[in-house]
Every structure is written in structure tokens, then in C-alpha cells.
């Protein structure tokens, strides 16, 4: 049998990760009602089940990443995968606040794998090519951003527990794709070959900050992630008590958001750092981003929220491809 291209399954496998997570975004603030939460404290206990995510794909993407640098790349996917879907599904049957937020957590510490497929793309990429292989990286984020978001609001009619089962079906099925068809990329001569001292590398982390230029590279990518992170969480009360728009339609917002994300990383990034060089790409994305959260503030209608969402989905589809290619050259 033909072997699938490795980048094709990286950016499959993402593409499904990346689709459950576009499922729950629109639904998780409707979701999180339904727990019995306290109405006065409601916008600060959504913050917590996004931030719960979000830490914990911090603090466990460098352990992923560690892990993957001593045993290979494809058993860290396939093992994040697996537990991805687990998160999902004991979310499904959440009984309470509490219990949904520990799986929130959970699912922010097995989505960590996305550094992993990162570090997968820079394996089996040219260094000349790499701002385009993270632009694939972006595309498959976009897209997934802009299916799953459709299929949460679509399934959402069956219930709740719908969304998070679909979820948990894909994710499984990404870690079955990647356990049959997903080559290594990290041969045993690269590997590390003496056992991690300790969970995080302190030394490798003081190197980096002895290094001016990734130290702003890091964070700049950090502020970036940051204002999308935020406009994630915001966006849906911002809608929903500006505009109006229920959960179906707000599903639908963020599929524009995928779309327009996949367009620009997975087709313009390339051909910009081709023609203007990174460092210029990731001024425009930057300007480009702060003028599009700008503007957001000033909407009254639906078309006006569309039209301001087209820059921010420009800058940051700009900016963080561009800036994790200029990274993983140091």
C-alpha cells in the first residue's frame, strides 16, 4: 500500500483535534449554564473553564515535548489523542461545575500535543521552509475551527451530551489514524539518550532567556495567543448581549473565523514571507491584528462583527506561523 504523505497525516490528525475543539467553544458558555452555576459569578466561571484549558496546555506542552525529544514523536501523538477523547467523554456526563472543569483540565493537558505536531512539521521540514510548514499547522487549525464549530451548532439540537460524544468519537479516531498510518520522524540517532532529570528543563529554559531575540520572539507569540484566547472567551457574551445571537447562529460566527484563518495560513503565509520576508509578514499580521480587536468594540450589527473579524483573522493568521517558524530556528 502507497505511504501517506507524513505531513498530510499530521495536518489530518490536527484537523480532527482541532475540530472538537471548534465544537465546544460556541457551547460551553450555554453548556456551563445548565450546571447550575451562580448568574453573578457566571462570566468569571466561564473564564475558568477556558483558562483551565488553556494552563494546562501550557504546562504540559513542554512535557509532551520533552517526552517526544526521548521516545519519538508518533507514541506522544497517539497517546495525547487517546487521552483527549477520554477528557471529552467523562465531560459529556458531567454532574456538576466542578467535575466539568477537571475535564477541562484534562483536556488542556492531552491538547498539549499540538507542540508535538509542531515539533513534527520542523522534523521533516527544510529550515528554509519552515514558516510555510507552520502555516499548514495554521490551516489545519482553521479549518477544524471552521467545521467544528457547524457541528457543535448542528448536534447541540440533540443535547449537550451530543457535542461532547462526537468529540470524543473524533479524537479517537485521529489516534487510531496516527497509531496505523502516522511514520516516526525523529530517528533513534536524534533522540535523547540520557533519562530527564526532572519534568521541565530549567537549563534549556535559562539558555532561551539568554537569547534577547526568542526571548521576544516568545513573547510576542505569548501576546498574540493571549488576544485571540480572550477574544474567544468574549466574544459569545459580547454577541449574545450586544446582538442577540443564540448559540446556533454564534456557532456559525466562529465557522467564518475558521475559514478565513485557513484561507490566510494555509495560502497567503508562504507566498507573503516569499515575497517580504518574515520579520515584515509579522509587522503587517501584528498591525493588522490590533486594528481588527480595535474595531470590534464599535459594532451594532451582525455584518459590522463579520467585517472587523476579517482583519483579526488576517493579523493572527499572519502572526503566529510566521512567528513559530522564527522560533524553531532560535
Not at 488542556?108 to 499547522?137: C, H, S, W
Not at 475551527?145 to 457543535?152: A, E, Q, R, T
Not at 447562529?249 to 478565513?260: K, P
Request: glycine fraction near 10%; hydrophobic fraction near 55%; proline fraction near 6%.
Amino acid at each position: 500500500m502507497r505511504q501517506l504523505p507524513p505531513k498530510l497525516i499530521i495536518f489530518f490528525t490536527i484537523f480532527i483535534d482541532l475540530v472538537g475543539f471548534g465544537m465546544l467553544i460556541p457551547i460551553i458558555p450555554a453548556y456551563a449554564k445548565t450546571l447550575a452555576i451562580d448568574a453573578h459569578v457566571e462570566g468569571e466561571l466561564l473564564g475558568m473553564l477556558m483558562g483551565a484549558f488553556s494552563f494546562m496546555q501550557f504546562l504540559c506542552a513542554p512535557i509532551w515535548g520533552r517526552l517526544s525529544d526521548r521516545i519519538g514523536r508518533r507514541p506522544v501523538l497517539i497517546v495525547s489523542l487517546s487521552g483527549y477523547s477520554l477528557s471529552y467523554l467523562l465531560a459529556a456526563f458531567a454532574p456538576s461545575y466542578g467535575f466539568l472543569l477537571l475535564t477541562r483540565a484534562l483536556a488542556g493537558a492531552f491538547g498539549a500535543n499540538i507542540a508535538t505536531a509542531q515539533a513534527y512539521i520542523a522534523d521533516v521540514t527544510p529550515p528554509e521552509e519552515r514558516a510555510k510548514g507552520m502555516g499548514l499547522v495554521g490551516a489545519a487549525f482553521g479549518l477544524g475551527f471552521s467545521v467544528g464549530p457547524v457541528i457543535g451548532g448542528l448536534l447541540v439540537g440533540y443535547g449537550f451530551m451530543a457535542p461532547f460524544v462526537a468529540i470524543a468519537l473524533l479524537s479517537a479516531g485521529a489516534a487510531g489514524f496516527a497509531f496505523f498510518f502516522l511514520p516516526e520522524s525523529l530517528p533513534p540517532e536524534r533522540r535523547g539518550k540520557e533519562p530527564p532529570k526532572s519534568l521541565f528543563n530549567f537549563d534549556k529554559l535559562t539558555m532561551a532567556w539568554q537569547h534577547p531575540p526568542v526571548v521576544m520572539l516568545v513573547f510576542l507569540f505569548f501576546l498574540v495567543t493571549f488576544a485571540f484566547a480572550n477574544l474567544e472567551v468574549s466574544l459569545y457574551y459580547f454577541s449574545s448581549r450586544r446582538l442577540g445571537i443564540n448559540v446556533e447562529h454564534f456557532s456559525f460566527i466562529f465557522a467564518y473565523i475558521g475559514v478565513l484563518g485557513a484561507i490566510v495560513q494555509g495560502s497567503l503565509v508562504g507566498r507573503l514571507v516569499r515575497r517580504m520576508r518574515e520579520l515584515a509578514t509579522l509587522l503587517v499580521g501584528l498591525v493588522v491584528l490590533s486594528a481588527g480587536l480595535l474595531l470590534i468594540t464599535t459594532v451594532h450589527s451582525v455584518p459590522q462583527l463579520l467585517l472587523v473579524l476579517a482583519p483579526v483573522c488576517f493579523g493572527v493568521g499572519l502572526s503566529n506561523p510566521t512567528l513559530l517558524g522564527m522560533i524553531s530556528r532560535g
